[in-house]
């Protein structure tokens, strides 16, 4: 089995690369363009010879021969993707029509990774896979969320006019050690803030919430969905839903309890709540998180600090 991982560089496409390593028969090819993954990431598979690591930006067409297709490429951080934004739209509708143009030559089973954006602002909580989404079309956060529910169309469409199979994972904000220390998500910032000694940025208002999921539990519902009959979407997050102050309050208390905690000014278009409802995932492919928010951030924690060179004192 040869299979490709777009954004593979990225924190969950270089632990799912991981994973599928283990499997002593499969070859792994990786595309990234590196703007936002790094090669760090991967580096204990560089030389391996069931692995290949490719430069190469997926809104040109990539001419592989492969078995199946995890279609991660995207820059996932809000400022990454607004930094670019007519980038990211090339990546998801050009880069998405790309690979599934690869998956319809081959025959190969596609897996998209959507997200919890294509809720937007959601006016159903918690949110359940049928539920349409509340999405600005014209917002700076656009480019992400209607980018992410145009791939979702264009799957669809390959698979009703072209019989491709397809899987769609819908994430839920994902988090754990790899994570890029200047990402400018939450979590990360929180935790480089926190070693750092730095006050920890709660975006006002602060009562905004989010469900965070630990890397490793998403990676098993992401192959468990490639390899299951559903086509999705299916959405993978863990249900623990927690305030912005909340999260800094856990974050002061499991890694600094002197650091202070600063309100900042908040984006535009900024979910208020965000929660998955995962009784399909449950039902369809058995799968649920293991990794509570307060086990996994001590588990970042050591990646950081030995990132940053600050030892736990
Ligand atoms: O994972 C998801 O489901 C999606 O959501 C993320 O967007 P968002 O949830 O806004 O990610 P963050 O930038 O981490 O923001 C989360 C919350 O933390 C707040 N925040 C962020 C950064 C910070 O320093 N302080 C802070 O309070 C933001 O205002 C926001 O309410 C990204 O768009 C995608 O990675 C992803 O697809």
Redesign the pocket.
């Known amino acids: 089995m040869r299979i490709l991982v777009t954004g593979g560089a990225g924190l969950i496409g270089s632990h799912l690369v991981d994973k599928l390593m283990e499997k002593e028969k499969s070859e792994v090819i990786v595309a990234d363009n590196y703007f936002t993954g790094s090669k760090d990431n991967l580096k204990k598979r560089i030389g391996h010879p069931r692995f290949e690591l490719i430069r190469h930006d997926i809104s040109r067409p990539l001419f592989v021969e492969i078995d199946q297709i995890y279609h991660l490429a995207c820059p996932?951080?809000?400022i990454f993707?607004k930094y670019n934004s007519v980038k990211t739209i090339k990546t998801n509708v050009m880069g998405t029509l790309n690979m599934l143009g690869l998956a319809k030559r081959l025959r190969a089973r596609i897996l998209f990774t959507s997200?919890?954006?294509v809720y937007g602002d959601s006016l159903e909580h918690p949110q359940k896979e049928t539920y349409w989404g509340n999405v600005n079309p014209i917002g700076v956060?656009s480019c992400?969320d209607e980018g992410k529910r145009m791939a979702e169309t264009l799957m669809f469409d390959y698979h009703r006019q072209n019989g491709i199979e397809i899987r769609i994972a819908r994430?839920?904000?994902?988090y754990g050690p790899r994570m890029n220390i200047d990402d400018?998500?939450?979590?990360s910032?929180?935790i480089a803030q926190a070693i750092r000694n730095e006050p920890l940025?709660?975006?006002l208002p602060?009562t905004?919430t989010?469900s965070f999921c630990y890397v490793l539990d998403l990676v098993d519902g992401l192959t468990q969905l490639m390899e299951g009959t559903d086509t999705g979407p299916i959405n993978l997050?863990n249900p623990g839903e927690f305030t912005?102050n909340e999260l800094a309050k856990a974050v002061q208390e499991l890694i600094n309890p002197e650091v202070q905690i600063s309100e900042?000014e908040?984006?535009p278009d900024?979910?208020r709540q965000?929660k998955p409802d995962i009784t399909k995932a449950k039902e369809v492919l058995g799968w649920e998180p293991k990794v509570n928010l307060h086990e996994g951030i001590p588990l970042m924690e050591d990646d950081f600090r030995q990132r940053l060179g600050v030892p736990r004192t």
Do not use: H, K
């Not at 994430?171 to 994902?174: D, G, K, M, R, S």
């Not at 400018?184 to 979590?187: A, D, E, L, S």
């Open positions: 996932a951080s809000p993707y997200t919890s954006e956060r992400y994430i839920f904000n994902t400018g998500r939450v979590v910032n929180f940025t709660v975006q602060g905004q989010r997050g912005m900042v908040n984006t900024d979910p965000r």
